[in-house]
Nanobody, 115 residues
C-alpha cells in the first residue's frame, strides 16, 4: 500500500507563487511516475504535470513556463513550484504516483488565487 501526504496549498493573489509538496510512503518501486492533477469546481480532474523517476517531465499547456515539477527520489517526494498564478489556477490539487500501472492519490490540497 502507498500513502501520499500533500502540503503547501493556500490563498495567494494573482501573480504570486506557491510551492506544493507531496511525500510518498509505503511499498514504492523505484521506477514510478509522480505528478500533480487538479480539479476546479464543476470541472473534471486534469493533468498539471508529471515527472518520472528518471527525471522526464511533462506539463499541461496551460501551465508551461509558469509551473515547475521536480522530485527528490531519496525522499520519495515531488514538488510543484507555481509562479505567476492566475485565477484560473484555483482548484484542489491532487498528488499522484503511478507504480507499474497502478495509481495512488493524495487527499488533495486547495489552491485559491484571488484576482
Amino acid at each position: 500500500q502507498v500513502q501520499l501526504v500533500e502540503s503547501g496549498g493556500g490563498l495567494v493573489q494573482a501573480g504570486g507563487s506557491l510551492r506544493l509538496s507531496c511525500a510518498a510512503s509505503g511499498s514504492i518501486f523505484r521506477l514510478n511516475v509522480m505528478g500533480w492533477y487538479r480539479q476546479a469546481p464543476g470541472k473534471e480532474r486534469e493533468l498539471v504535470a508529471t515527472i518520472s523517476s528518471s527525471g522526464y517531465s511533462n506539463y499541461a499547456d496551460s501551465v508551461k513556463g509558469r509551473f515547475t515539477i521536480s522530485r527528490d527520489n531519496a525522499k520519495n517526494t515531488v514538488y510543484l513550484q507555481m509562479n505567476n498564478l492566475k485565477s484560473e489556477d484555483t482548484a484542489v490539487y491532487y498528488c499522484n504516483i503511478r507504480i507499474i500501472q497502478v495509481g495512488y492519490w493524495g487527499q488533495g490540497t486547495q489552491v485559491t488565487v484571488s484576482s
